[in-house]
């Protein structure tokens, strides 16, 4: 029998383990005093690239960047 008293309250709010943590990460940045709050948002940047894939075999990947603040 599950107990919901152990339910983590990120859980109980309807929330995903990634979006809590996010936003943890966001509110920790904000509080960082300059250089190190500037450093740690650049850090934040993702770069990856995507490519669809016609008939077995990839077509030119597209280079995405993207950052919370887009």
């Given at each position: 029998?599950?107990?919901?008293?152990a339910?983590?309250?990120?859980?109980?709010?309807?929330?995903?383990?990634?979006?809590?943590?996010?936003?943890?990460a966001?509110?920790?940045?904000?509080?960082?005093?300059?250089?190190?709050?500037?450093?740690?948002?650049n850090?934040?940047?993702?770069?990856?690239?995507?490519?669809?894939?016609?008939?077995?075999?990839?077509?030119?990947?597209?280079?995405?960047?993207?950052?919370?603040?887009?």
């Amino acid at each position: 029998m599950a107990s919901t008293a152990a339910v983590p309250f990120w859980r109980s709010a309807g929330m995903t383990y990634i979006s809590y943590s996010n936003i943890c990460a966001n509110l920790v940045r904000n509080c960082l005093k300059e250089p190190y709050k500037s450093e740690a948002i650049n850090r934040e940047k993702v770069h990856f690239s995507i490519s669809k894939w016609t008939d077995g075999k990839p077509e030119k990947p597209t280079i995405r960047s993207d950052s919370p603040e887009e």
